[in-house]
């Protein structure tokens, strides 16, 4: 039988992907909030507050993927995170509390859509660990 670590390899790899998505996203926007708020018309201190979010979020990624197989539920509350991070991005736009530039309209959907595929990969990662006999490399 092929062990549950073959399984869970792909979960780890897209985790590890998705922190280094949301490693660097945190970085520019507390690194660079005002010239990207001239270019999104996205507010400076949402940018460097969603920041400040992501970086955190990165580093737990990080921890968790080497652990991903034995913490699905854990994996699974990372996709709806991502699930709800869409559905916020796309609010956002439609609210009128912010008025992006033609350029932050496009680049808050291209990353809500980035971010969903994210976590249908995700998903359909843990899935497959899901799917395991526990006898699996026993």
């Excluded at 790899?13 to 922190?19: E, K």
């Excluded at 990165?58 to 991502?82: E, M, Q």
């Excluded at 709800?84 to 808050?108: K, Q």
């Amino acid at each position: 039988m092929t062990p549950i670590s073959s399984y869970s390899t792909p979960l780890r790899r897209i985790l590890l992907v998705d922190s280094i998505a949301s490693g660097a996203m945190g970085v520019l926007f507390l690194l660079d909030a005002a010239a990207l708020e001239s270019l999104l018309g996205l507010p400076a201190s949402l940018l460097r507050g969603v920041g400040v979010l992501l970086i955190p979020f990165a580093g737990f990624l990080v921890w968790l993927a080497p652990r991903a197989s034995a913490l699905r539920v854990v994996v699974r509350s990372i996709v709806g995170a991502n699930v709800l991070w869409v559905i916020a991005s796309l609010l956002l736009l439609v609210s009128g509390r912010v008025n992006p530039t033609p350029v932050g309209t496009v680049f808050v959907v291209l990353q809500a859509a980035a971010v969903t595929v994210v976590a249908y990969l995700e998903y359909r990662a843990v899935g497959r660990v899901d799917s395991v006999p526990v006898t699996a490399g026993t």
